[in-house]
């Protein structure tokens, strides 16, 4: 072991420790779980958009052989409580916000094609499904809610009879001198933009099992969810089961992506029916249901008004905003919330000096509206196209304009128009080193020589900045909100290994890799001997968010840090007594405790462990033996996490494909804890963004039917769309004297959508094409070429 | 559990080699052939991703060609030899393509991984040469939401590196 003598895990490329189990297939994700005396549920759903249910009549289904229950709505009004989604954290209270209660079946309507019915309950899925034929509905049709001009059209049925109308948030909002911006701009540049629907979908779809312990009242619930916690806490008052009597289990979770920080209509049913029957329920959804019913996301838009000077600098600007939120607000996130996040997410890196916005948010009879990876990504997207919208009306560069318009660290605007602080930021260093690396002037040669070949080649530019977790406002602590601060415990094992308990619930992060290397450096013991522990309420740290927001890399690892250091002092001090040292002429190093210089006086970690608890008598009376540390860390200093991507693109304008031919990322996320994690993160975000601009649509009918509830309607990318990446960090600025590890989770899905569609745009300018839009699929581009006429 | 209730299925007796070891069971005609492994041999390691024979996550090895193990019925793989992700280390040795994937950092949540890992040693087995362009050919079939596939596909070239450079048998 002497050759890694001084060498860290921290920045390393180390192996990651879920691996072996995941190439194995001994990985144990929620379908894997089995329980004794275990029944199957299959859900009905509404295969119409917008209805009346006049009656539902169950008894063929219960009646089938193997069936052993089946609940409808009226059960579900007799069994459980309906949930006020969004209470917990406070969005009941925020003015202009409607958030009807829902029970985990539809009671007295059908919202959306796949609103869940009725749950049939038996010996195996595949009888549960047959069961589903046997029950008949009687539905009345209404009129179906599908755009925002339906939705905000008084004259259409509400979706909600106890609401007014369908509008499920109305607000204002106004920060800086929006008057004062106009009054000094040059010229007002208007856009309309907008953002399609689409959706997640992680690779393992939504499941649960129910298991109720009548004797102890005690329910058990195993589910794919990104914050255990979280499902515990909003369950308990839907269910009539107290938050403490709830124990939620959760192992390796199949992907996320912002869905499964929610709680799921379909969750309640299943505890529900767990309890009533006092057996295990489980419920897997299938594609399909993921689809249809599992939580869709963005469809947002803008009308922008900015005030620009002559040389092409916002100063501010007025929007209009809308969201179309779905069918049923999510708990705890309603969708509606996020509407304000086209506003104040719009500034970024950016020097504006005012922004008033108006927000509306709708009910809608589509798929219920959920976080997806970066949840205020659009905001992004409206500045990052709005930059370029200015670029083009302007004749300029969009590179020139962004560095007209992005801060420099240091130079007033030191903070946002929302009070956070510039602090930090690397956002002009980033541009400029991408388009170093790119040979942003060299592209515009080959791409004027391309289009004497008829070619076109597009380049498009996009930078942000994530709050991830932002730096600390001075005068403020950090801490409170909805993500809070974090809980960590770490403590040593007999046999010299260290157990470190998070409240993070990784699903694809490598948590369980990145803990382990700051611990293995703090305290002086190997990787392999470290393990991090999760998915179990019962000894997890309370959170009501585990993992989201991409604040694992400061959070988790900054809680982990400053616990190992404290169990660190803590075997130092022991030791020192048991040597008659001092302390301070002590080391630990590959997990023994020794005096500098003297390895003979030495002690394993394990066998301190041993002497606290087996031979206490050698301490002097009254030493603290305690080697189990607990730590809330509140993100110290904090920090920005950010970057520029710029991506070139080959447009065939004939067929209206769209080839990724080059993509380049520079990045600041502070110091990487695992480089390849960073990157694999950054990698998979753009790819979701490829899709989005190029694939991806949760398409709805005219009449409100699903038109995308399978992967052949609903396209992913695949290999042969997505390009090799070109990732680089830049020199961070370090704002905390220990915690420099920054989120990376959202950065590649928040700014990728934009840099995409600049490079389409980029590459058809020439032709007069002005992209408005964020979904840019082959037909579509046709239409916008004018090869084909538009719809 | 599939194989119980349900007025309309009947059993029939199969016979099938899953991972060197012969299995009989008496099975529903309609039970396909990943519940078959998932629910009746409890080889939880082939993931159902779509069912509908897109996402790839359900790959396994029938008779040594990838198959769909959500679009074929385990009737059908009667008499057949199945090799499922369990089947390819050798105690706590990991095959080849495992640990090339491993070095790459191939993956991240893990759903899809067993499919593209049968995929690949399904490629290599035939091809251990292939380049770049055909291992995104080859692998355009498997769905992943994480990686960016980039990492995948370093993988599947890192094992075909072991295959020629250390003579790794897969």
């Known amino acids: ?791 | 559990m599939t194989s119980q209730g349900g007025a309309t299925t009947s059993g029939q007796a199969i016979a099938v080699e899953v991972n060197g070891t012969e299995r009989a069971a008496t099975v529903d005609v309609r039970t396909t052939l990943a519940d078959f492994l998932r629910e009746h041999l409890g080889l939880t390691g082939t993931h159902l991703g779509c069912e509908h024979g897109v996402c790839g996550a359900c790959t396994v090895l029938v008779d040594g060609e990838p198959v769909r193990s959500c679009l074929m019925l385990a009737v059908q793989a009667d008499g057949s030899s199945v090799v499922t992700v369990e089947g390819l280390a050798e105690g706590n040795a990991m095959h080849p393509v495992q640990e090339a994937f491993w070095e790459s950092f191939a993956f991240q949540c893990g759903f899809c991984t067993p499919g593209f890992v049968m995929s690949a040693v399904a490629l290599l087995r035939e091809n251990p040469d292939a380049d770049e362009a055909t291992v995104r050919e080859a692998l355009s079939g498997n769905l992943c939401r994480c990686s960016g596939y980039q990492t995948i596909v370093e993988g599947v070239l890192a094992a075909g590196r072991k295959v020629r450079e250390e003579g790794a048998v897969l």
């Open chain 1, 1 to 791: 072991m002497t050759d890694l003598i001084g060498a860290r895990n921290v920045g390393a490329r180390v192996k990651r420790a879920e691996d072996p189990r995941i190439l194995t297939g001994r990985g144990r994700y929620i379908d894997d779980v089995v329980l004794p005396g275990m029944l199957h549920g299959a859900f009905l759903r509404s295969t119409v958009a917008h209805g009346r249910l006049r009656s539902i009549d169950v008894s063929a289904a219960r009646e089938l052989p193997g069936v052993v229950a089946v609940f409808t709505g009226e059960d579900m009004a007799a069994l459980s409580t309906p949930a006020q989604a969004g209470q917990t954290i406070g969005m009941t209270q925020v003015p202009g916000m409607k958030l009807p209660a829902v029970y985990g079946l539809a009671t007295d309507k059908v919202r959306f094609v796949g609103d869940p019915i009725a749950l049939v309950v038996a010996e195996s899925r595949y009888v549960a499904e047959d069961a589903l034929d046997l029950i008949d509905i009687d539905v009345e049709m209404l009129e179906p809610i599908v755009t925002y001009a339906d939705a905000l059209d008084p004259a259409k049925p509400p979706l909600f009879d106890e609401l007014a109308d369908n509008v499920a948030y109305r607000g204002e909002m106004a920060l800086g001198d929006v008057d004062g911006a106009f009054a000094r701009a040059a010229r007002v540049v208007t856009a309309s933009i907008s953002v399609h629907r689409h959706q997640p979908v992680p690779m393992e779809g939504r499941g649960s099992i129910g298991s109720w312990d009548a004797a102890e009242g005690k329910m058990t619930f195993y589910t794919s969810t990104q914050s255990p916690h979280m499902v515990r806490q909003l369950l308990a008052p839907q269910i009539g089961v107290p938050m403490e009597q709830i124990r939620v289990l959760s192992g390796d979770v199949g992907g996320g992506f912002g869905l499964k920080n929610t709680v799921f209509r379909e969750d309640v049913a299943v505890a529900v029916a767990a309890k009533a029957l006092e057996r295990p329920v489980k419920w897997v959804e299938d594609r399909m249901e993921h689809l249809a019913a599992g939580g869709q996301a963005r469809e947002e838009m803008a009308d922008i008004e900015a005030a620009v000077t002559a040389d092409g600098v916002l100063l501010g600007l007025r929007m209009d905003n809308k969201l179309n939120a779905g069918a049923y607000p999510s708990d705890p996130f309603p969708g509606a919330m996020f509407v304000n996040s086209l506003a104040t997410a719009f500034q970024g890196p950016t020097r504006i000096e005012g922004l008033a916005a108006t927000s509306t948010s709708v009910f809608s009879n589509k798929g219920t509206y959920v976080s997806y990876r970066g949840p205020w990504a659009t905001g992004d997207f409206l500045r990052e196209r709005m930059l370029d919208v200015v670029a083009r009306e302007l004749d300029l560069d969009p590179l020139e304009v962004r560095r007209r318009n992005y801060v420099v660290r240091g130079e007033p605007p030191l903070a946002m128009l929302t009070g956070q602080p510039f602090a930090g930021v690397t956002t002009r260093e980033c541009l400029e080193q991408a388009a170093a690396i790119v040979d942003w002037d060299g592209f515009r040669r080959r791409q004027a020589e391309a289009r004497r070949d008829g070619r076109y080649l597009g380049i498009g530019v996009a930078s942000y900045l994530e709050a991830a977790p932002g730096p600390r406002v001075p005068g403020q602590l950090r801490g409170g909100g909805i993500l809070g601060d974090e809980t960590t415990h770490v403590w040593l094992e007999r046999d010299g290994k260290v157990v470190v308990v998070t409240q993070q619930h990784p699903h694809g992060q490598g948590h369980q890799t990145t803990l382990a290397q700051v611990v293995a450096d703090e305290l002086g013991v190997a990787f392999e001997d470290v393990e991090v522990r999760y998915g179990d309420t019962d000894v997890t740290p309370y959170a009501l968010v585990a993992t989201g927001g991409s604040r694992a890399a400061t959070m988790a690892n900054g809680a982990v840090l400053h616990a190992s250091r404290e169990l660190r002092q803590r075997v130092l001090s022991l030791a020192a007594e048991l040597f008659e040292a001092s302390a301070a002429d002590l080391e630990i190093s590959d997990g023994t405790v020794a005096v500098k210089g003297s390895p003979a006086t030495s002690m394993p970690l394990g066998e301190l462990v041993r002497v606290v608890e087996e031979e206490p008598g050698r301490l002097p009376a009254g030493t603290d033996t305690e080697l189990k540390v607990t730590r809330v860390f509140d993100g110290g200093e904090g920090g920005w996490s950010g970057g520029t991507h710029v991506c070139e693109v080959e447009v065939d304008v004939e067929t209206g494909l769209v080839h990724v031919d080059r993509y380049v990322v520079v990045e600041d996320c502070g110091v990487p804890v695992n480089p390849a994690i960073v990157e694999g993160q950054i990698r998979g975000g753009v790819t979701q963004a490829i899709g989005a601009v190029l694939l991806e649509r949760s398409a709805y009918g005219d009449d409100g039917q699903f038109l995308a509830s399978t992967f052949m309607d609903y396209l992913l990318p695949t290999t042969t769309e997505v390009p090799n990446f070109e990732i680089h960090h830049v020199d961070t600025v370090p704002l905390d004297p220990d915690v420099n590890f920054r989120g990376v989770g959202e950065g590649g899905m928040i700014v990728a959508p934009a840099a995409i569609t600049n490079a389409i745009e980029d590459a058809l300018a020439t032709l007069g094409v002005r992209v408005r839009e964020q979904h840019l699929p082959p037909a579509r581009l046709l239409e916008l070429i004018g090869t084909v006429p538009a719809e």
